[in-house]
């Protein structure tokens, strides 16, 4: 076809591509992405919570029933107990942590060497309850005498929250678990 034969156009505008957003669209999106963070974020936030105080509650019953299988291995007594400071010894309380021992020499103290774990708390959490929690050489628990119980929670648990983990130890040595709110 000659030129001449083709037919006109006006003059055409050449199309530019448009390379990133506008000022509008990008608030808008910061504006969703906003929104939806603030609905996230205090689930979120439970939810660590909960997994760790999960995560702390698996290592309380695993040391519970070590320090019964220790009972029932070495033929001796064992436990768990609050750490001292340096963790070679029992506490009255669980700030430091606690231990998991067996009364090898048989004197009815926790000596030094006598220490087999150290679990450490988050400082997050608290733990109370029985402070020396022991075991005889079948299993069963020796101490206290009556009902024996340890309770895990966040130290600032806000009402209503079910981040509170209760464990009852029988006398048999067996462990049962329960969660409750704050």
């Known amino acids: ?17 448009q390379r990133g957003f506008t000022l509008t669209e990008l608030v808008i999106a910061m504006l969703i992405l906003s929104i939806l963070t603030a609905i996230a ?10 997994n760790r105080l999960a995560g702390q509650n698996n290592e309380l ?8 299988t220790l009972a029932i291995q070495s033929r001796a007594q064992a436990g768990i107990c ?6 070679t010894g029992c506490a009255a309380n669980f700030d430091d942590g606690f231990i998991v021992w067996v ?16 679990i450490e708390l988050d400082q997050r959490d608290r733990l109370s309850g029985v402070a020396d929690l022991r075991f005889g050489r079948r299993g069963e628990r020796t101490a206290p005498i009556g009902a024996a119980s340890l309770e ?7 009402t209503g929250k079910p981040f509170v983990r209760t464990l009852t130890i ?13």
């Not at 029988?170 to 704050?182: D, F, I």
């Open 1 to 17: 076809m000659h030129p001449a034969d083709q037919p006109s156009f006006p003059c055409r505008m050449p199309i530019r591509k």
């Open 41 to 50: 974020l205090p689930s979120f936030t439970d939810t660590l919570a909960r």
């Open 152 to 158: 895990l929670r966040p130290e600032s648990c806000a």
């Open 82 to 87: 609050g750490a001292n400071s340096d963790a």
């Open 170 to 182: 029988s006398n048999v040595g067996t462990v049962t678990q329960s969660k409750g709110n704050c």
């Open 61 to 68: 019953v695993a040391a519970i029933n070590l320090a019964r």
């Open 103 to 118: 009364d090898e020499n048989r004197n009815g103290a926790v000596d030094a060497d006598e220490v087999r774990r150290l």
